[in-house]
């Protein structure tokens, strides 16, 4: 089964980040809880982590997008864990 990894929360003020770097490339192995890519807003940085444990199928966002919180960053196939 594939689940989202989506922009989190940035804090109460900041609605949208840009997607600074990808700690992780398609096709890698990630755990639930390991920060697979970097979204940042003029105060902070943050690393997003995986949800579950599997494999990075899909990565939606390009570096230097703009992203809204809620928006899907990529997808991990947790089957494949």
């Known amino acids: 089964m594939s689940v989202k990894l989506v922009v989190p929360s940035l804090g109460t003020e900041a609605t949208e980040g840009i997607v600074v770097e990808w700690l992780k490339a398609v096709g890698d192995a ?3 809880g390991e920060p697979v890519v970097v979204v ?3 105060k902070l ?7 579950v444990a599997g494999i990075l199928t899909e990565a939606s966002a390009e ?8 928006a899907v960053l990529g997808m991990i196939d947790e089957s494949a864990a």
């Open 40 to 42: 940042g807003t003029p």
């Open 30 to 32: 990630v755990q639930a």
């Open 45 to 51: 940085n943050l690393e997003v982590e995986a949800p």
């Open 63 to 70: 570096i230097d997008e703009v992203v809204e919180v809620g």
